[in-house]
């Protein structure tokens, strides 16, 4: 099971949207969990975004075999850096995204919801991968390649590469 944990303001079409194809790519049942508040201790006043470590650290913990995937409306940073689209913490089995980056608009590009949709579905993804033990994998076509910018995520599939799907099945066994 991957439980879908909406944290602050996230539209219940995004989340809708983005249960199938995760069931389907990670080959898991998906239910979305009720919405849990933006957390006052996690908002940078002077960055006007929320630490990522903060938001994942209210997802609760999943049974053994199971996944939590946070996701957030907000924009996300870490400490080095000036913002991420995701972590995930593989002890705890859970992860967390962010859809602030992932809209067009933000960069001041038209709207394209299908484009939207894509981007988190591979953010997710990505996450949810290492919490099943992968690292980054060298191949730019598979999901667990690193995107250092929206670029690179849109040019990969959703899906893992060949070895990397060996180490996933691997990763749900253990
Ligand atoms: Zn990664
Ligand atoms: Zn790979």
Redesign the pocket.
């Known amino acids: 099971m991957i439980t879908l944990v909406p944290i602050g303001k996230v539209k219940d079409t995004v989340l809708k949207s983005l249960a199938p194809p995760l069931a389907e790519i990670l080959r898991q049942e998906t239910e979305v969990a009720g919405p849990l508040l933006l957390p006052d201790d996690g908002w940078s006043r002077s960055r006007r975004q929320y630490l990522a470590s903060a938001l994942l650290a209210l997802v609760p913990v999943p049974a053994r075999g199971d996944r939590a995937l946070g996701i957030a409306g907000a924009d996300l940073y870490a400490p080095g850096l000036n913002f991420v689209f995701g972590i995930a913490d593989t002890e705890g089995r859970r992860a967390l995204i962010s859809l602030a980056r992932l809209r067009p608009e933000f960069y001041g590009s038209p709207p394209d919801d299908a484009l939207f949709r894509q981007r988190a579905v591979k953010e997710a993804v ?2 949810l991968g ?1 919490t099943y033990g992968l690292g ?1 994998c060298r191949n730019p076509r598979c999901i667990m390649f ?1 995107s250092n910018t929206l670029h690179d995520t849109d040019v990969k599939g959703p899906g893992f590469c060949a070895g990397c799907r060996v180490k996933v099945d691997r990763g749900m066994r253990g």
């Open positions: 990505h996450e290492h980054h690193f």
